[in-house]
């Protein structure tokens, strides 16, 4: 899903490996790894829990700026 503030998908997944669920982000150029979670629903939910996150922190970055 992209972003409002800058256009880009950032958060990605769930991939499955090894019977386990796994989310990757980009953030501050890297990419890092959340997981393993039990199930798609529940990595879902924790992906929605991140773009909501990063969506605040980039709008607070817009009003401080």
Avoid: C, H, I
């Avoid at 798609?40 to 700026?65: C, I, M, P």
């Amino acid at each position: 899903m992209a972003n409002e503030a800058t256009g880009k998908q950032r958060v990605f997944g769930p991939e499955e490996r090894e019977g386990k669920w796994w989310l990757f982000a980009y953030v501050g150029g890297l990419q890092k790894e959340w997981g393993p979670y039990a199930s798609e629903s529940f990595a879902n939910g924790a992906r929605n829990g991140l773009e909501k996150l990063f969506a605040e922190q980039d709008t607070f970055r817009k009003r401080s700026s």
